[in-house]
């Protein structure tokens, strides 16, 4: 008897092919389509692209002639990921949505309804691999990036747990992009051509300054400028980890009021736009935000040592292992390859597992690290682990 799996029908190409691929692999399949947002007064022009989704993944699965239904997971994902996040926008942290959704979402309330249809796995459109092996009778699974580099996705299951990944499969994993839309168009699907989403993960056409806009209340603030040879930068660099991973402390008499903001919530450390300050040689980038004073520490030039930082610190509660036969005893320190944010390419960097938690100490400084972010280490291609960075 074949093996039935829940693929998540996005309405997108990539989950359009990974459900063709089972089919041809032999699986019993049933495609879901996941509702997460039903607000439609944040949608731009009028449009509500859930449905339009909901209606391209129910062409798609007419066409492959596999069972459809649409399971409404608005509730729990408010609760889960839209009040988190807005939560840690105002705390002055920059949560990343897609990963809370693959952990609390797709692998949790959506694997659990998929098992109570019967499945014995479920299925994903996103670009990264799994294998397996056995160790003394255990089964252990790994995560891979996937063969496209630039479409790799396996960031975005950075908090996946053993569990998860036994029950998870990525069909399209082994692929690159234009091969999936080759797939697509030859099979004359809806969705061969349709252009990736660009919004929220949960919003779809919505971009997130225009959505925090909506759920946070505006606030006024001033916007002040740090020099690029600031006495801060001037300091000699310490061997202490705790040091090294540290923020700079800015202070408004540290720098020049340059102009207003409507909310140091609505910013985050790297950020360009929105600023609307003239007058300047080089364009303005965020540096740090203090939400308590509702001040934005701003540095000219995307070279401004404010911007770069050699090391974060993931506290004890935040560290996620996949492989957790891999995870770094107390006084323990290995070299890995990590990234900060999806698409980053992989950074050489020494891991330091202390008593509070991970120091990770970059070979090359980086830029724009930003609280509330996950770093997520790799180990060649196998995604081994993960952390809120502090």
């Given at each position: 008897m074949s093996k039935r799996v829940v693929i998540g029908l996005s309405g997108g190409v990539d989950s359009s092919v990974a459900a063709h691929l089972l089919i041809e692999q032999g699986y019993d399949v049933i495609a879901v389509f996941m509702r997460n947002w039903n607000d439609e007064s944040v949608i731009i022009d009028n449009e509500c692209p859930w449905i339009e989704d909901a209606n391209d993944a129910r062409l798609v699965a007419d066409k492959l002639g596999i069972p459809?239904?649409?399971?409404?997971?608005?509730?729990?994902?408010?609760?889960?990921?839209?009040?988190?996040?807005?939560?840690?926008?105002?705390?002055?942290?920059?949560?990343?949505?897609?990963?809370?959704?693959?952990?609390?979402?797709?692998?949790?309330?959506?694997?659990?309804?998929?098992?109570?249809?019967?499945?014995?796995?479920?299925?994903?459109?996103?670009?990264?691999?799994?294998?397996?092996?056995?160790?003394?009778?255990?089964?252990?699974?790994?995560?891979?990036?996937?063969?496209?580099?630039?479409?790799?996705?396996?960031?975005?299951?950075?908090?996946?747990?053993?569990?998860?990944?036994?029950?998870?499969?990525?069909?399209?994993?082994?692929?690159?992009?234009?091969?999936?839309?080759?797939?697509?168009?030859?099979?004359?699907?809806?969705?061969?051509?349709?252009?990736?989403?660009?919004?929220?993960?949960?919003?779809?056409?919505?971009?997130?300054?225009?959505?925090?806009?909506?759920?946070?209340?505006?606030?006024?603030?001033?916007?002040?400028?740090?020099?690029?040879?600031?006495?801060?930068?001037?300091?000699?660099?310490?061997?202490?980890?705790?040091?090294?991973?540290?923020?700079?402390?800015?202070?408004?008499?540290?720098?020049?009021?340059?102009?207003?903001?409507?909310?140091?919530h609505f910013f985050t450390i790297g950020q360009r736009k929105g600023l609307a300050v003239g007058g300047k040689k080089e364009p303005l980038f965020v540096l740090q935000t203090d939400i308590g004073e509702n001040i934005i520490y701003v540095g000219e030039g995307k070279g401004h040592p404010g911007l770069y930082r050699k090391g974060l610190f993931v506290e004890e509660s935040e560290l996620h292992w996949i492989r957790t036969d891999c995870a770094l005893t107390i006084g323990e320190s290995k070299e890995y390859h990590c990234r900060i944010r999806y698409r980053q390419k992989l950074e050489k960097a020494i891991l330091h597992r202390k008593k509070e938690g991970l120091y990770i100490i970059f070979e090359n400084d980086q830029r724009g690290i930003a609280k509330g972010q996950f770093a997520a280490w790799y180990n060649g291609e196998e995604l081994l682990g993960s952390g809120v960075i502090s």
């Open positions: 459809f239904q649409v399971l409404d997971l608005s509730e729990v994902y408010k609760q889960r990921i839209v009040d988190y996040m807005f939560s840690e926008y105002e705390n002055g942290r920059t949560p990343n949505p897609d990963v809370l959704c693959n952990r609390e979402i797709k692998y949790d309330i959506f694997l659990k309804e998929a098992l109570k249809l019967g499945a014995d796995l479920i299925a994903t459109g996103h670009y990264c691999r799994k294998e397996k092996f056995e160790r003394e009778g255990e089964t252990i699974y790994q995560l891979l990036s996937g063969k496209d580099q630039n479409k790799d996705q396996s960031y975005f299951l950075c908090q996946l747990n053993q569990d998860q990944l036994s029950k998870a499969l990525f069909p399209i994993g082994h692929l690159e992009k234009k091969e999936v839309r080759k797939i697509a168009t030859d099979l004359d699907l809806v969705t061969a051509e349709k252009k990736d989403s660009q919004g929220l993960c949960f919003i779809g056409k919505v971009k997130l300054p225009i959505f925090l806009q909506q759920q946070l209340a505006p606030k006024k603030g001033r916007i002040v400028e740090i020099p690029f040879d600031s006495a801060l930068y001037q300091k000699e660099k310490s061997t202490e980890l705790s040091e090294i991973s540290n923020t700079f402390h800015y202070q408004s008499q540290n720098g020049e009021v340059v102009g207003e903001h409507d909310g140091a």
